[in-house]
């Protein structure tokens, strides 16, 4: 069975969600932005062996921890979409621009597409590219458990910037509404900020995708 815990990390409190198998304790962290040792040690409270680490997307609150982790633990980094390698690139410059620790640059073990999956331990997610808040963005979701992992594609009341660097606000409302909305009203997802809330809440009353 499919199990995950959220913890903010950050100034910009993002939501880094360790997942894991209950079966085999076999664990992935989503979004790493930082506050490593906090991670490794709900990891280690858990019991649970860390074999991977997920990206939605490469902002420095999202991704600015990763190098680091990687290197430290021989972890994979699974996604994002080929779209964010610049934002990969620019990791440096970002931790610079708003004032975090340093970031290092890095290059995934394996890009993402729409269409693939991820696995940890027995669990399978499924991957979709939800391009517009950054090009190579993307969602892992657990039709089983009715999961997604939505990162800043989507908030409670909200939807994700689009005012950075290629960022689309028409693509994103395409994304929401042809990658997200299929997953089901009762789909609860987990966003890079805020509270979790439903694909089905967010229909009827978030004013920026109530009618997509």
Known sequence: ????????????????SIVW??????????DPGGDLERLLAEVKKRGLTLKQIWLTHAHIDHAGGTGELARRLGLPIIGPHPGDQFWITGLPEQSRMFGFPAAEAFTPTRWL????????????????????????HVVFHSPEAKRAFV?????????GRTDFPQGNHQQLLDSIAQRLWPMGDDTVFIPGHG???????????NPYVRNT
């Open 195 to 205: 509270p979790e809330s439903t694909f089905g809440e967010e229909r009827r009353f």
């Open 21 to 30: 198998c209950d079966e085999t304790l076999e664990a992935a962290i989503v």
């Open 151 to 159: 990162g800043d594609v989507l908030f409670a009341g909200s939807i």
């Open 113 to 136: 597409a729409d269409g693939d999956t991820v696995t940890v331990g027995k669990c399978t997610l499924n991957v979709r590219h939800c391009p517009g808040h950054t090009p190579g």
């Open 1 to 16: 069975m499919f199990q995950y815990h959220t913890a903010p990390v950050t100034a910009f409190a993002q939501n880094c």
